[in-house]
């Protein structure tokens, strides 16, 4: 029986994403709202979603909803909640917050209210007066929005975006959940062809061979809730052993990722290989202005500088100019760009068929969407 109220959160822009993946995971109790993506499980779902979820930041278990104009209120209705169903005698927790637009506007004292709230209800709970917080470690978070408390623990602890196989980074490195996303926006499959021309530490390609090979991306990882007994080592054995069964190891995909930079493309190699997909990427130090392709109904997925972080403005949308010259000759490829700069169609030379609204860690960016014909059938 799915008795639990689950929270994929999420980056603005990518809730769509976010809700198929939970639909594709067989949760149909699915509600959508900004930001986040809820629906409904059991305790095996806070293992499967943490595992799968390719695009979400984090999955939280929903403890409670309800109206709270006083300290009073916040106190008692937090306090009537089954926290010791979840929290250890011995459990570690701690307590964040975020309140907008609400007669409760001081984070830190609701913080507080809501610890002292828990403290009261475990203390009866487990009959004492004093916690070691030795055990597994829970984080709660009080989030108020227009005087409306929603109570989660978050299941995840470190962010889904730290997949594991990343260790080392270049400058400027794109979010694994955001790369992901761009790839499920995109009309890429297993059959196609994926070209990166600007593949930094290689984050685009290796979250398409993952998805081409159906590797989970939190496979290489471990969770908070992972050490809770009320969900059990065995549900999260059995839930790892389905996603290693799920592998298709057999699988050959044509992915190819080129960067101007040698050290970027030999950081980009350790990470393919800590992913386990090393063998599906063709890594290659190329500049763009000389790479050479072909009329194949490939699908270019890229992330280039943006003037912000990387390159100066100039020579950054010299680059889109060249790009529009040299991609427009490729008339059955489809492709995919995510950039900050809000004159890229006009320098790149063509209008998006597409254009999504997205954010790059705390950089507003657009993914231009710009679509190939179909390849026609084998």
């Given amino acids: ?26 949760y149909k109790d699915v509600k959508v709202e900004n930001g986040k993506v809820t629906f409904k499980g059991d305790e095996s779902a806070i293992a499967r979603a943490n ?8 999955v939280l278990l929903k403890l409670g909803e309800f109206k709270a104009f006083s300290f009073e209120e916040l106190f008692e209705k937090t306090k009537a909640l089954p926290w010791g169903e979840w ?4 459990g570690k927790f701690t307590v964040t917050g975020k ?10 004292d609701c913080q507080s209210i809501v610890k002292k709230a828990v403290v009261e209800k475990l203390k009866k ?11 597994p470690e829970f984080t709660i978070q009080v989030a108020l929005l227009k005087d409306k408390v929603t109570l989660t623990i978050d299941t995840s602890g470190v ?10 980074a270049i400058k400027a490195p794109l979010k694994e959940t955001l790369a992901a996303a761009m790839i499920q926006l995109s009309f890429f499959n297993k059959d196609r062809i994926l070209l990166d021309p600007f593949c930094g530490s290689g984050t685009i390609p290796i979250e ?15 969770f908070a809730s992972e050490n809770w007994p009320r969900i059990g080592k065995k549900v999260w054995k059995e839930e790892r052993v389905n996603a290693l069964k799920a592998i298709r190891q057999e699988e050959k995909l044509e992915i190819f990722a080129t960067d101007i930079n040698h050290k970027a493309i030999k950081v980009a190699k350790e990470n393919a290989f800590n992913a386990g997909v090393d063998e599906c990427i063709d890594f290659k130090v190329q500049d763009f202005k000389k790479l050479n392709l072909s009329d194949n109904y490939g699908i270019l997925i890229c992330n280039p500088p943006y003037g912000e972080r990387l390159g100066g403005k100039k020579e950054v949308e010299d680059l889109y100019e060249i790009m529009g010259d040299k991609l427009k000759r490729l008339k ?8 900050s700069n809000e004159d890229f169609e006009k320098i790149y030379g063509s209008k998006a068929d597409k254009r999504r609204k997205l954010y790059n860690g705390r950089i507003k960016v657009d993914y231009y969407q710009y679509y190939g014909p179909r390849p026609p059938k084998k």
């Fill in 208 to 222: 398409a061979a993952m998805i081409g090979k159906n590797i989970a991306p939190g496979l290489n990882r471990n």
């Fill in 99 to 108: 309140s907008i637009k609400s007669k409760l506007y001081s984070v830190p």
């Fill in 87 to 90: 929290i250890t005698e011995n």
């Fill in 332 to 339: 059955t490829w489809s492709k995919y760009i995510l950039t």
């Fill in 125 to 135: 709970k487990y009959n004492t007066e004093w916690f070691k917080e030795d055990g």
């Fill in 159 to 168: 962010g889904l975006h730290k997949r594991g196989y990343r260790e080392n």
């Fill in 51 to 58: 595992l799968w979820l390719r695009s979400a930041d984090r």
């Fill in 1 to 26: 029986m799915y008795n639990l109220e689950l929270i994929a959160t999420t980056t603005f822009g990518l809730e769509a994403v976010v809700k198929r993946e939970v639909q594709n995971l067989g």
